[in-house]
């Protein structure tokens, strides 16, 4: 079927899906998404049947006055027969009654042409409440669903009890009228979803809206959801990203959705939900620090942790070739490791940020935030700071040849990829090439040159500068910084790093303008 969609903000024609089967429609709270679903069933009113788990499960003060809403049908069901009562409190009690109603007059119907010897020896056809039924089970298949005395009940394998629709949980409630309602939207339908993932488990949420497509293939499914699970579950998705609303004019800004790019469809619906600046960071939301402290440091933007830092550069460069499209600003952060200072600024020309501190363990350690623990802790400042510096200074003069090394492998590891992508005549002229390759490279001469520079700043107590390249995870430990702040462990003092960035206390003022100082915002 072919949806034209609403008039658009920028004075643009208004897009046509040609025949689609699946819209669904995403935007951020506020963007007018729901505003642009009540457009279209405006729209195709004559069409449109709207179903929604959140409202029916409840008793709602409006019926819903589509032309073949489960309201309308019901009320027509109980006006067509004294004996039925209009009183079921929600559209999920109406529902039910629908069915049971329907079962009733297919049994008398099929019970009569057999009376006259109509059937042709043919079965019973499926009822709806067959379809219900077998629809059901595939969804959860150790439960049943019975007819009894004018009554649907329930049953499972765990226990011989059986019950009414009132005992299911919420979860099963939802899936139940979505499976049912939609065998009562008409032929050819525009079925209107709102929030199809609402009370619906994840596990099996794909599979219960396939199959319920797969019931009614002459209906057109519009979603709308904030769910990206379900967004990228569609298979014969069109989306419409809805981004902002023009109330004066009834006008919108959308975008037919195509990530494109290198972003997975997941991650970019996801962000997509967002209003403000994207911030992508490595680690994960649960284990890492790096999602937990720059989301409490950069208040102004969404922080999105992807893994690895290939991930947070690759994703930050599709991000904003993109942005033309999107409007929204990205930005990564990555650790600085053994970067050299060309790489680091090559970086930040790509809008990735890069700290003047090895690695984000290193961010906790800047004197200007151990200082702002201390006092948070009721300790003396000045006392704490220069006794874990004292420490750190020992730990990496001990560790300086070490880390001289790691230095130089990592610098050779990139200038051995540079020279060995170059072109190359013949194979003899490789040979040759990467037989001088150790006389190009001179590892160690670099590395005399890295020891040189290392001794420099443990001679001068170069604090800072032992921080830009130390990389040691054992720093946080090793320095005895948790227990001069009157702290148990590490972790301890992670976590109160993080529990004074959640106010706005002198303290987290402090730590917040350390550690953008070391991203280089905020220098005057």
């Known amino acids: 079927m072919n949806i034209i969609l609403p008039d658009r903000m920028d004075g643009m024609p208004a897009q046509?899906?040609?025949?689609?089967?699946?819209?669904?429609?995403?935007?951020?709270?506020?963007?007018?998404?729901?505003?642009f679903a009540h457009w279209l069933v405006d729209k195709y009113c004559h069409k449109a049947y709207r179903i929604s788990a959140l409202k029916a499960l409840f008793p709602a003060t409006e019926r819903n006055e589509l032309e073949d809403s489960i309201d309308r049908q019901y009320e027509e069901a109980t006006a067509s027969s004294p004996y039925y009562k209009n009183d079921s409190a929600t559209e999920f009690q109406r529902l039910i009654f629908l069915l049971l109603h329907d079962e009733f007059l297919d049994l008398l119907k099929y019970k009569a042409l057999l009376k006259l010897d109509m059937t042709n020896g043919e079965k019973m056809p499926l009822t709806k409440f067959d379809k219900v039924a077998r629809m059901w089970q595939d969804i959860f298949p150790n439960n049943r669903i019975m007819r009894d005395g004018g009554k649907m009940l329930f049953t499972n394998e765990k226990t011989d009890e059986t019950f009414t629709e009132i005992k299911l949980s919420d979860g099963e409630k939802a899936v139940l009228y979505y499976i049912a309602?939609?065998?009562?939207?008409?032929?050819?339908?525009?079925?209107?979803?709102?929030?199809?993932?609402?009370?619906?488990?994840?596990?099996?949420?794909?599979?219960?809206?396939?199959?319920?497509?797969?019931?009614?293939?002459?209906?057109?499914?519009?979603?709308?959801?904030?769910?990206?699970?379900?967004?990228?579950?569609?298979?014969?998705?069109?989306?419409?990203?809805?981004?902002?609303?023009?109330?004066?004019?009834?006008?919108?800004?959308?975008?037919?959705?195509?990530?494109?790019?290198?972003?997975?469809?997941?991650?970019?619906?996801?962000?997509?939900?967002?209003?403000?600046?994207?911030?992508?960071?490595?680690?994960?939301?649960?284990?890492?620090?790096?999602?937990?402290?720059?989301?409490?440091?950069?208040?102004?933007?969404?922080?999105?942790?992807?893994?690895?830092?290939?991930?947070?550069i690759e994703s930050t460069r599709a991000f904003n070739d993109l942005q033309n499209f999107h409007h929204l600003d990205s930005h990564g952060i990555v650790d600085r490791d053994r970067r050299s200072d060309k790489e680091v600024q090559y970086l930040r020309d790509k809008k990735i940020l890069v700290p003047e501190v090895a690695e984000i363990e290193n961010i906790l350690m800047l004197e200007d935030v151990i200082k702002a623990v201390a006092r948070a802790r009721k300790k003396d400042d000045k006392y704490v700071a220069l006794k874990v510096k004292s420490s750190v200074m020992k730990m990496f003069k001990s560790d300086l040849r070490k880390q001289a090394l790691e230095h130089v492998r990592h610098r050779m590891k990139r200038m051995a990829g540079v020279c060995i992508d170059r072109r190359f005549q013949d194979i003899v002229s490789l040979e040759d090439h990467i037989s001088d390759l150790l006389n190009e490279l001179n590892p160690r001469a670099v590395y005399e040159e890295l020891c040189r520079e290392f001794h420099r700043y443990v001679a001068a107590g170069d604090y800072n500068a032992v921080l830009k390249v130390y990389n040691e995870k054992s720093m946080l430990v090793n320095s005895n910084v948790a227990a001069l702040c009157g702290l148990s462990n590490k972790d301890a003092y992670i976590r109160c790093v993080l529990q004074i960035l959640k106010g706005d206390s002198s303290s987290a003022q402090s730590i917040r303008k350390a550690i953008k100082a070391c991203f280089g915002i905020g220098k005057e």
């Open 16 to 35: 046509t899906l040609e025949d689609v089967r699946q819209v669904t429609l995403i935007g951020a709270n506020g963007s007018g998404k729901t505003r």
């Open 181 to 312: 309602a939609v065998l009562y939207a008409k032929k050819d339908a525009i079925i209107f979803v709102d929030d199809p993932e609402i009370y619906i488990h994840h596990s099996i949420m794909q599979a219960l809206w396939n199959v319920i497509e797969e019931m009614r293939p002459d209906c057109t499914f519009i979603y709308n959801t904030h769910d990206i699970d379900f967004v990228s579950s569609r298979t014969e998705n069109v989306c419409v990203w809805v981004r902002n609303y023009d109330l004066m004019h009834n006008a919108w800004d959308y975008e037919i959705v195509d990530a494109g790019g290198t972003l997975s469809d997941e991650l970019y619906f996801d962000l997509l939900g967002s209003r403000k600046p994207i911030l992508f960071v490595e680690g994960d939301a649960s284990h890492s620090i790096d999602s937990k402290l720059y989301s409490l440091i950069f208040t102004e933007y969404t922080v999105k942790p992807l893994g690895s830092c290939n991930k947070v």
